[in-house]
């Protein structure tokens, strides 16, 4: 079946009580059993039919054997990063998201895991990076909120023993597949597109080795951080809409790159999909279009960005990304306080933009207005 059919039945078959044609929210905590120790649902920390059917749809659309849910997306990562053993180290994008590089740094170097960062756009310096004991790569691609390019196939035939783990939240499955492309892991902020109405926190793990999912899956249950019932139906039914969202939020995104590329006031302007991003043709290699984030510098510096990012009447202040809403941010004062002072620190002029689904030319007047 092609994408926008997955994403509208894998893992929901209507429901086997009652025909039930969406998923129902099981909303229990435990499952009478007939006979003791047989029964296939027994406690919902380790098994609950809202969840499996959410797990089962979000593992077709990225094209692997297993999925595995969480209660946020850096859950998710938690639960990835514990598949490393003291003494592992593990290569980084020198551009991630402020969480990720804070529970690196600041939980899992405490347990004697090592950290490196480098600019996985350059393939010379991820060879260099890899250390004899590096047992994973952590590569974002498109970065936040630099969106930097990473080739992922290119950094898969230089793995090694690594596992390749790739945080697929700014493309989504629908524009990249990282599993395809060689990647081992694939991670997600489910709170982001895929749900992709503002209305939930939520992570997922894509694997297809079998010992990878059996220890990923045993830590799910182990440690806990498993999503709500409720979560896991309104991710599912943000994944129906996910290709129509995703080809809105493209083509808006692309015009509104287009529109600030041209703009007086504004100096620089990131999106993947413009020619003049230092990486756009191995992004058109392994994206079948760009998103819908960009990000932009100002001219006039963090005063001129702060009063653009107060100034906007569509766009709303806000953290987080990837709703069906436009939203604007400073990263370095708002999603990535936790580098600063740090060699990822992000340009305090720099302004991050999630383009919704809204008509286009509402926001580009909206932009207008704000820059003037
Ligand atoms: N990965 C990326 C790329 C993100 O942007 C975020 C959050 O912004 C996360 C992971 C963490 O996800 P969550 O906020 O759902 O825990």
Redesign the pocket.
Known sequence: MNFETLAVHAGQPPDPTTGAVMTPIYQTSTYAQTRMGEAAYDYARTVNPTRNALQDCIAALEGGAHGLAFS??????DTVLRLLKPGDHLLASND?????FRIFTKVYADYGITFSFVEMSDLDAVRNGIQPNTRMIWV?TP??PLLKIADIAAISSLKGAARLVV?N??ATPYLQKPLALGADIV??????YLNGHSDV???AIIVNNEADFTRLKFLQNAVGAVPAPLDCFLVLRGLKTLPVRMERHCSNGLTIAQFLEGHAAVERVIYPGLCSHPDHAVAAKQMCAFGGMISFIVKGGPDAARRVAEATRIFALA???GGVESLIEVPAAM?HMSVANSPLAVDPALIRLSVGIENVNDLIDDLRQALA
Do not use: R
């Open positions: 946020s997306g850096m859950a998710a990562t991630v998201y402020g969480g990720t974002e970065t936040n945080d939240t700014f991670v997600h902020s489910t709170t982001k926190v939520g992570g953290e987080s990304l999603t």
